[in-house]
C-alpha cells in the first residue's frame, strides 16, 4: 500500500490520518512534537522541522505521495525534493497562490475571477494612492502568513493607514491592499481536483466568522442564488485547473451586493470543509487522499437537507466538569450531534474541536442546536438556559 | 480523555480506533504483533498475550475502560482485573455467553427466546439420545472457539456423528448438538448497550455467507416480515438487557418457515455491522467506543434506502495488478463504493477488507455491484466480463 506522507501535525493531518487508514493506507506524518494533535494518534510519526531540507528529505523518502496540512513549506524545498524524485501534491507553482495575496489575486485577475480592486503596498506613497482610488475603503494585508483574522487591518483613516504601512514594511511584513467589500457574507466553495484532471465541488456553504475565525459552516449555503452558487462552483474549479490544484481547494469568497469576490484560497482540507465528515457520501479528508494519490474521487452527494458545522473554540478558562462527561450532556440533549475533537488542550479562540449536525427543515434550529453543542464543550454550560 | 484500552489486534480493534481517534478519546491497543491490523495504525500498541494476567494488568492499568475485540480472553483474568479495581466492558457474566454455545443456548432458552432444540453432548449415548429426539436432523458444534464456520458440523448418519463425538470429546474439545433448521436466510440483529442501561437498535440486516464466512450484509433485510423484524429486534435488546451486555451486541439468527431462532451471540463490533459505517448516523464503532465509556448512544437512523456490505475475502492467489491500481479499476467503475481495508496481507478466505455501497432502489443491484467491486479488489478482474 501507499505511503503518504503529510507534512504537518495539526488536526487537519489527524483527520486525514483517521481517512487514510480506513482506506488502508500508510500515512507518514513530518510532526513538530509527539503530543501534536495528529502525532497523538499516527503510528508513524516522524519529528522534524518542515523547514529543514534534510529532515523533509528524511520523511518524504520512500513516499507514494507528499502532502500538507498547511502551506507553510519552503517552495524553495519543495522544488528541491521534486527535482529528486518526490511526488508532492499540490506543487508549489499551485501553492505560491496559497501563500502570497498579491500573487493569488494577480494571478485570479488574469483567469477572470471576481476579486476586488487590489494593490501592492511597497511604500507610503502606494498606500496613499489606493486610499485615494478606493475612496479610503482599504482592507490592508499581509501577504504571507495571516490566517484566523490575524494579518488583516482596516484603517479608520488615511494616517492610521500611513502609519501601518511604515511600520508593518519597517517590521518586513510585505503588503498589499485591497477595497474593502460590503460583506453580506462569507462563502466558501471547495472542489477536489487529482493530478490526472478530474475535478469534483462540494455543495457551496456559508461560513459565519467570529472575531476572524471560522464559527460555523451551514451546508449548502441557505438562500444562495443559483447565479451566484454556480458562479462560486465554476470560480472554485476553474481556479484548481488552471492553477494545476491537486489536493483539495478551499475558495473563501464574499458575498456583496455587487456579487462575489474571492478572498482566500486554501490548497488542503479546510475548516469549512468538516461538514463532509457527515454530510456527504465522501468527506473531504477521504477525498484530498484519494486525489493526491491520483485516485478516482468518490461522490461529493450530500445524505440530508443541512449539516451545520459549528467550530469548538476554547474559553479563557477550563470549566471544572471534564470533557467526557460535558460531552455526556451534550449527547443527551442532541444525541445525533456528530462530535470530533483534536486531542488538542483549552486556549482561547484555540480551534480544539467540532460539532456536525445534520438533519432537514428548519436549518436556524440546527445552526442553533451546533452553536449550543460547541459552546457547551468549552464552558459546560447551555447558553440558552 | 479517556483512555479506552483495547485486548484485540484486529480489524474490529483496528475501526474501534479510527472512530475514537475523532471523538477526541486516546485508544491503548493489546498487540501480538507491531503488524497486526490494528498495531499498524495505533499510536499507543502494548505487544502482550491476552491470556498472560500480568499482560493484561500492564496494559489496562490506568485505563478508563476495558474492552475486547474477540471474546478469547480468560474470564479468571477478567474477574480479578475488575477486583483490582479495572473497569472491564461488557463483564465475564456477559461475556460467557459469547464464549460458551451451550451456556448461551441455556441462558437464551430461559429467557425464552427462540432458539432450536438443544442438548449436551458429553458422551456417545448423549448423542444417540439427541440424534433419536430430532430424527437425525443434528448440527453438532463446539462449544467454544468456532467462528467463520469452524467448528461446525452436519453429520449425515448417526455413525459420523458417533465418530465424531468420540474424536472430539477425546480431543478435550466439548460439545453440543443442536437441531438443523429449515434455513432460509441468516439475519443479524445488532444493538448497543451501556452499563447505565441505555439500549439502541440498528435495523435487522440479511447476511449472506460462503463457506460459512459472512459474505455480504444487507440492510435493512429486504423483505422482512414485520412481525419477524420486530421479533428479531426484541430478541436482541432483551437479550442484552437480561445478560447485562455492554457496548455491542450482534444477535445472529435463522429465519426459517418457523421462524426466526437464535444462531450465534457477539459482544463487540461485529461484522453484520460494517454497514453502519456509511449507512447509519452513528456507526456500530463509534456506538461501542461510546458504549463502554457508558456515554449517551447515537441515533442509528439510516441515512439512505438500502447499504450493502460486501466482504473482501482473500483468495488462493494475489493477482500482480497491485492493490492501489485494483482500487483506481474498483473506483473508476463505482466512485460511490466506500472501501475499508485492514493493512492484512492476502490469505484464502481471509477478511481482509469491505466495501460498502449505499443507494435507494434496486437492492439487488447494488448487492451485485457490491460482489463486482468486492471481487475485483481481490481478483483483479470482473467477475461480470
Known amino acids: 500500500m501507499p505511503i503518504l506522507c503529510v507534512i504537518g501535525d495539526g488536526q487537519l493531518a489527524r483527520m486525514m490520518q483517521t481517512a487514510a487508514i480506513e482506506l ?87 483567469l477572470g475571477a471576481p476579486v476586488p480592486p487590489f494593490a501592492a503596498i511597497e511604500s507610503i506613497e502606494d498606500a496613499e494612492k489606493f486610499w485615494n482610488a478606493v475612496e479610503g475603503r482599504v482592507c490592508l494585508k499581509a501577504r504571507r502568513g495571516g490566517y484566523d483574522g490575524k494579518g488583516v487591518w482596516f484603517p479608520v483613516s488615511f494616517d492610521e493607514l500611513k ?97 462575489i469576490f474571492v478572498n482566500e484560497l486554501a490548497m488542503r482540507p479546510h475548516n469549512t470543509g468538516h461538514w463532509t465528515q457527515n454530510g456527504c457520501v465522501t468527506d473531504q479528508f477521504e477525498q484530498h487522499v484519494r486525489a493526491v494519490l491520483d485516485m478516482p474521487l468518490g461522490s461529493t452527494e450530500t445524505l440530508q437537507e443541512w449539516t451545520v458545522m459549528a467550530n469548538v473554540l476554547g474559553a479563557p478558562e477550563d470549566p471544572e466538569m471534564p470533557m467526557p462527561e460535558r460531552m455526556v450532556e451534550v449527547w443527551k440533549r442532541f444525541p445525533d450531534a456528530k462530535i470530533h475533537f483534536y486531542g488538542k488542550g483549552h486556549r482561547p479562540g484555540r480551534k480544539i474541536g467540532h460539532v456536525n449536525m445534520t438533519g432537514a427543515g428548519d436549518v436556524e434550529e440546527l445552526r442553533r442546536n451546533g452553536e449550543l453543542a460547541a459552546h457547551f464543550l468549552v464552558h459546560a454550560e447551555w447558553k440558552d438556559q
Chains 1, 2 share one sequence.
Open 24 to 110: 488502508g493506507q500508510s500515512v507518514r506524518v513530518l510532526a513538530s512534537s509527539l503530543d501534536a494533535s495528529a502525532a497523538q494518534v499516527a503510528a508513524d510519526v516522524v519529528l522534524g522541522d518542515y523547514t529543514n531540507l534534510d529532515e523533509l528529505r528524511a520523511v518524504t523518502a520512500g513516499s507514494t505521495a507528499v502532502t500538507f496540512d498547511h502551506e507553510h513549506v519552503p517552495n524553495e524545498h519543495l522544488e528541491t525534493l521534486i527535482a529528486e524524485g518526490i511526488n508532492v501534491q499540490p506543487r508549489p507553482e499551485a501553492l505560491i497562490n496559497a501563500q502570497d495575496k498579491l500573487v493569488m489575486r494577480t494571478r485570479l485577475k488574469e
Open 163 to 259: 502609519d501601518l504601512t511604515q511600520e508593518l514594511l519597517a517590521n518586513g511584513t510585505p503588503l498589499m491592499a485591497e477595497e474593502k467589500v460590503n460583506l453580506v457574507r462569507e462563502l466558501s466553495a471547495m472542489v477536489s481536483r487529482r493530478p490526472s484532471g478530474e475535478v469534483k465541488a462540494w455543495p457551496v456553504v456559508e461560513s459565519i466568522q467570529k472575531d476572524g475565525i471560522c464559527w460555523f459552516a451551514i451546508a449548502p449555503a441557505p438562500g444562495l442564488k443559483e447565479e451566484l452558487r454556480a458562479e462560486a462552483e465554476r470560480v472554485a474549479i476553474k481556479t484548481a485547473e488552471v492553477l494545476g490544484v491537486t489536493g483539495n481547494l478551499a475558495v473563501e469568497l464574499f458575498e456583496t451586493p455587487e456579487g
